[in-house]
């Protein structure tokens, strides 16, 4: 149920920024304070309660990923008011990320350092990025020594030290300190050495524990990303050649029937059981498909980004549910990461779809358009200066 009053339940948006601006309103409506610093409730309900909230500064449920939407927003509609609750969520996670325990980018200091560089970048304030430095300085000596080279938790994929790795890769950039990207490269190395990156997933919760999982946040899609990613920043043909690795496991064990391919969530158990949406589905793997395009400027990988959106329109999704494909309108798992799929597809071909795409559920003559294709880290991207 919505605690925005002025718009009643069940009411749609116009347009994609006007359902933005009522979701700012929302997100206002749930902040922890009015002053210089702030944070929100996580999924708060009229009677003002909320949602358990153990990441209140994180970038998957916290201030960290808010602070971004705000970022956006003001850009998107040139109205300063979004910025000022940027600066005071930023002013927050200044203060938050010395109790961050965790130092990954969903959950932890990865996440929060990500949101402090694009807050510095945008509002022209030298404190984020302090405390950014702050921050990534942490998470280098969180550090520690493993088979083959550096890591955290040893797993490769987004939800472990790949997350991290994208994080110090995206950091050095923005801040200008290489020593963040030597240390990704190192942590990379370690993973470029397996034979299939991101191949063996078994403590997912709630699989077997001989599952192998091929989707974006925490598998083998996400960590072949990774290495384009490593491939694309420093050239090393190793990374390329890992990730290339990984996009033939993903292609092999894909259900392709002629324009369309779909994705088995994890196997062998789960062969017939096709995700559709970020974090386990088409809509990631996609993505590293795409970067792979992105960075080694093969066709072949951008026709089969293009292979998995079309199988995403075959289902009848959103018009038919499916198992694929959870009730929800979030990125992760739900339909705004289809959404974000589809029209970063669009910036990149500027074509519409073409008769391939036809479905039961109509998104046929869906045309693609959006910044998505500008590419990032697992979802991060500059928030002003696309093409930086």
Do not use: K
């Not at 009643?8 to 002053?35: E, M, Y």
């Not at 987004?158 to 994208?166: F, P, S, T, W």
């Not at 190793?238 to 392709?256: K, P």
């Amino acid at each position: 149920m919505s605690l925005d009053a002025t718009r009643p339940p069940g009411a749609h948006a116009d347009t994609p920024l006007s359902a933005a601006i009522g979701a700012a309103r929302w997100i206002r409506a749930a902040a922890s304070g009015d002053g210089p610093v702030r944070h929100w409730r996580a999924n708060p309900d009229p009677s003002g309660r909320s949602a358990l909230a153990p990441e209140p500064a994180s970038l998957a449920a916290g201030a960290a990923g808010i602070v971004l939407f705000f970022l956006e927003l003001a850009a998107a509609t040139g109205d300063d008011g979004y910025l000022e609750d940027a600066r005071a969520g930023t002013a927050y996670l200044a203060r938050a990320w010395p109790e961050a325990g965790d130092v990954s980018l969903h959950h932890g200091l990865s996440g929060i350092a990500v949101a402090l560089c694009e807050a510095g970048w945008v509002l022209g304030d030298g404190g984020p990025e302090e405390a950014a430095v702050g921050a990534l300085d942490r998470v280098v000596r969180a550090a520690r020594p493993m088979e083959s080279g550096p890591g955290w938790s040893g797993d490769p994929a987004q939800r472990g030290d790949g997350g991290v790795v994208l994080a110090l890769l995206h950091a050095a950039s923005m801040l200008g300190l290489p020593r963040y990207g030597e240390l990704a490269a190192e942590a990379g190395e370690r993973v470029a050495r397996l034979a299939v990156p991101g191949h063996r997933f078994g403590d997912c919760p709630g699989l077997p524990r001989d599952a192998v999982t091929p989707g974006f946040l925490a598998g083998t899609s996400g960590t072949a990303f990774l290495l384009s990613r490593l491939y694309g920043v420093t050239g090393e043909t190793r990374f390329l050649a890992a990730a290339r690795r990984g996009a033939g496991f993903v292609r092999a064990v894909s259900v392709v029937d002629g324009p369309r391919a779909l994705v088995p969530h994890h196997l062998p158990q789960g062969r017939g059981l096709h995700y559709l949406g970020f974090c386990s589905g088409s809509a990631g793997v996609a993505r590293m498909f795409y970067e792979l395009y992105r960075v080694a400027g093969d066709p072949a990988d951008l026709d089969w980004a293009e292979r998995l959106a079309a199988g995403i329109a075959g289902s009848g999704v959103p018009d038919r549910r499916v198992p694929g494909l959870w009730d929800t309108a979030c990125q992760c798992c739900g339909v705004a990461g289809l959404v974000e799929l589809f029209t970063g597809l669009w910036a990149v071909t500027g074509r519409p779809a073409g008769p391939t795409w036809t479905s039961p559920g109509g998104w046929g003559g869906i045309w693609w358009r959006g910044r998505a294709a500008a590419g990032g880290c697992a979802g991060i991207r500059p928030i002003s200066g696309w093409a930086r």
